[in-house]
């Protein structure tokens, strides 16, 4: 899935769970990371594209970076969150994530390959699901928006 794709899915999708733009858009941010750490670095899907490497994460570093803040703590846990969520926006393609090795057999579903008109329609699927679920939860109510932003605004 290609980076924009990454990230509108990601932040749709922690929006209709959360109804948080400040978290939304942190997920957002971490959904491009596994393919930032490649760097050229690694063969692409591999390493930063396996589940356990940021399920680690989270069991060690994020109950220390509880200590250090709250705002650390929930900027690291959403980061990983989108990074997770980006693996399985990866799942549902043709070329898959490694599961069970991270140089190993990749598993996908196969709904789309990346930069062809069926990874528009899985991603327009994506959003479309996730405004419903926004829509059904209030979060797009004007009200609700304002009272969001003004929150947001705050923190400035």
Excluded at 12 to 38: Q, W, Y
Excluded at 125 to 151: C, K, M, N, P, T
Aim: glycine share 8%; proline share 4%.
């Amino acid at each position: 899935m290609k980076w924009h794709n990454h990230k509108l899915c990601t932040f749709c999708i922690v929006f209709a769970a959360t109804g948080r733009i400040f978290p939304s858009f942190i997920a957002g941010v971490g959904s491009i990371l596994p393919d930032v750490f490649e760097a050229g670095l690694v063969k692409h899907r591999t390493i930063t594209h396996w589940p356990f490497f940021y399920l680690a994460f989270i069991v060690t570093i994020v109950p220390v970076v509880k200590l250090v803040s709250w705002w650390a703590w929930l900027v690291v846990g959403c980061l990983l969150l989108g990074c997770l969520l980006h693996l399985a926006e990866d799942s549902l393609s043709k070329g898959g994530i490694p599961l069970f090795n991270p140089v190993g057999k990749k598993y996908g579903l196969g709904w789309y390959i990346t930069d062809t008109v069926t990874e528009t329609f899985v991603v327009t699927g994506i959003v479309a699901v996730a405004f419903y679920f926004s829509w059904r939860q209030g979060f797009l109510s004007a009200d609700f928006l304002a009272h969001e932003i003004i929150w947001l605004l705050s923190w400035t």
